[in-house]
């Protein structure tokens, strides 16, 4: 079975820019998370989708957003990109099923920007 | 803001020794997950346990939980230099919470010395 996909692996933007990350979760999981890691702030919930609707959202400004389409893929784009928003994006995918709670994780994108 | 925090920061040893990893966290769980990250990579699921749970092992890794003092460790036995890594604990929501968000610590960086 594939893991978690993730594209792209690394990203260079321009302040000001937005950006568009991608998540391709394990066949079958129906639940993706998305994490941001940085070195001062560590590992930062942002948000999670189940069935094409937001569940929960970490407490990251409106810049950042998802979805999930119906293939259970996920999507999290940044708005007017900032320095500080240079971090690891992981995501993971989860069984969701009832007190289920581990994750996989894709090996992450890696976002820089100058 | 993290939830867990591990203690060590980083732990230096050599190969064929233990190496132990704790973890405190301020709120209610139902379930402590334990997981490796290589070198700024995506993050592995080591093992799980739940808040009705004491002690779990998985291969060479033993994980305690105790819930009164709110504290988990990791214990990895006959350490190998592969084990070299970052390890993070990761919480979730409890009772009041969500499952699916989960809650990591700042990280043990392990050296395990060959």
């Known amino acids: 079975k594939a893991g978690v996909t993730q594209t792209p692996r690394y990203l260079i933007k321009t302040r000001g820019q937005q950006v568009t990350l991608s998540c391709s979760p394990i066949?079958?999981?129906?639940?993706v998370s998305w994490y941001q890691q940085t070195p001062g702030q560590g590992l930062q919930f942002l948000f999670e989708?189940?069935?094409?609707?937001?569940?929960n959202k970490g407490n990251f400004p409106g810049r950042f957003s998802g979805r999930q389409f119906s293939n259970s893929r996920s999507e999290m784009n940044v708005s007017t990109l900032e320095l500080g928003d240079s971090a690891l994006y992981l995501c993971a995918s989860s069984p969701s099923i009832r007190g289920y709670t581990e994750a996989f994780f894709g090996q992450g994108t890696r976002l820089t920007v100058v | 803001s993290q939830q867990g925090e591990e203690d060590p920061q980083a732990l230096s040893i050599q190969e064929g020794e233990n190496a132990t990893m704790n973890c405190s966290y301020k709120?209610?769980?139902?379930?402590l997950q334990w997981y490796r990250q290589n070198s700024g990579r995506g993050l592995v699921h080591l093992i799980l346990i739940r808040s009705n749970e004491r002690e779990k092992h998985s291969g060479r890794l033993r994980v305690t939980l105790d819930t009164s003092k709110k504290s988990s460790s990791l214990l990895i036995t006959a350490s190998r230099a592969a084990d070299t890594a970052s390890y993070f604990c990761a919480t979730d929501g409890g009772s009041g919470g969500s499952n699916y968000k989960l809650t990591f610590g700042k990280g043990t960086l392990l050296t395990v010395n060959p």
């Open positions: 989708y189940f069935s094409e609707t937001q569940r």
């Open positions: 066949s079958g999981h129906r639940s």
């Open positions: 709120t209610s769980i139902n379930n």
